[in-house]
């Protein structure tokens, strides 16, 4: 019998092993070891106990380094040190720790779930927060990645682009009808325009479908003068519409329009603010107020947001092109002030400077969690080096934020000729990819990693959507390229292509036909 036999025969009656007598028979062993057989088991014994100190380091350290840490790590980064080892794992899914992750990554989420997740390990609606931030964390990675669950082509018969997507929808405007694809069922309704009169401005929001239509002039009984009448529409939207609608009459033309549930935020040609709960009365929330001289302040785009946790939180976000100093030629300053309860609470202003004529003006919802995009952006008509920056307000710290990404010249040149779309901190314009036979695909840039990609679209030969998507590469290493080295070729005709993105779906318009992304598991196809 070896050495190692007899220590794994000492053993106490329940089968356990007997610590005593095996510390006993290793301390009779040790006087007998030669020089090199102590230094060969000291070299063992100190790789051993290394190995373990370094699995358990995320146990020993304050807790407090442990979140700070974290709270610098990629999201890809956060899954991959849990599968480390157990004890990893235990560290990093510590219950502090993914609340903290939820506070950062999900605020919203946050807001609504954090006293639940504090109280108990399990929320009244059945959720850990442990595996609740898991999922969020591999579905944010996978979207991020371009990894779909399915991918498919819709024909679009119409002559020109009337089409908008909103919350796992898309509504097509043709022939005096709204027609609604609900993504997620492929169900499809048909709300009719009121004397069949095609809408110039509609909006597909989250709960209703709404537009706005200009009566010819008509004679008024109290002025005695020719006036044309301004009236909003909404059709709540549902996979059996029933045809019937709100509407209300408005004091003059609009700007912009915006919602949010049952909000409507109407900012009229006189740049009145104003607030249309549906099936409600109309009110004015604000009047923006501009210099008595059009050239030293011009209003170029205004907005209402809406903030989802608080019903009555709004922020009105516009541009405004200023005169400037000798040392800039154009400038643009933006104006966000809060309301709360109807009462304005807040303005900020910050400044944005440019050598060349501003020609966009938008601001839009990025992400889920409240941060508005703010995109100014001018076409030189040159290739350049420069950085492309995106500024963002976020509506939880209600601070502004600088984003910024160098991209290759070659990139920036087809940004300046597309309608790209940015969601979270990705910016997605239409391509032809000839590596694919001339398959129309996405240019996807990451700007807070600086990469960026190629998410194919379906090819014209194969047409499985279920099986049509990519392996997952969460786990292994970045494949993406550098955006700032990466050469793209000069795109022709991207102002006839369009893109529309969230968490859920990215569609791409492509002339005759739409390309649609699917991240969400389940989803129907056609």
Known sequence: ???????????????????????????????????????????????????????????????????????????????????????????????????????????????????????????????????????????????????????????????????????????????????????????????????????????????????????PKELTKSLRKLESSTKLFAWELKDSGTGEYHSIRLPTKTFRISAHLDLVGIVTSSFDVLIWTVGGGLRTLHTIKTSKDYTEEIIEAADIFFHHMNQDKYFLVYHSRVKTSAGAKFATRITVKTFVAWELVRTQHTVRYSSNLLLKHHSSLISNDGKIGIEIRGISGKITNEYFELLTYDMISMEFEVLSVRLDPSIDHNLQISHYFIWQDQILYPILDNKNNLTDSLQVITISKSLTDVWNGVSKKFENPISNHRRSSILSSETRANSGHTKMETQNRLYEKRVWADDNFVILFSGAELIVWGFRQGILTT
């Open 1 to 215: 019998m070896n050495l190692s036999e007899t220590l794994e025969a000492l053993k106490l009656q329940d089968g356990s092993p007997d610590l005593i007598l095996r510390r006993l028979q290793l301390s009779q062993m040790i006087p007998l070891l030669t020089t090199p057989e102590i230094h060969n088991l000291q070299a063992q014994l100190s790789s051993i106990l290394q190995s373990r100190v370094g699995n358990e380091i995320f146990i020993n350290i304050p807790h407090e380094l442990l979140l700070k840490i974290t709270e610098c790590l990629y999201l890809e980064d956060l899954l991959r040190v849990r599968l480390v080892c157990r004890s990893w794992n235990r560290a990093f899914t510590n219950s502090d720790l993914c609340l903290r992750m939820t506070k950062i990554h999900f605020p919203f989420a946050w807001e609504e779930y954090c006293k639940s997740f504090k109280s108990k390990s399990i929320t009244k609606s059945g959720v850990d927060s442990k595996y609740w931030l898991r999922d969020s964390l591999i579905s944010r990675i996978r979207r991020e990645h371009g990894i779909s669950s399915t991918r498919y082509r819709i024909k679009y018969d119409a002559r020109y682009l009337n089409l908008q997507y909103c919350n796992n929808r898309i509504a097509i405007q043709t022939g005096g009808v709204f027609e609604v694809l609900n993504l997620l069922n492929q169900l499809r309704t048909v709300y009719a325009i009121p004397n069949r009169i095609e809408m110039k401005t509609w909006l597909l929001s989250d709960k209703w479908l709404m537009g706005i239509l200009v009566s």
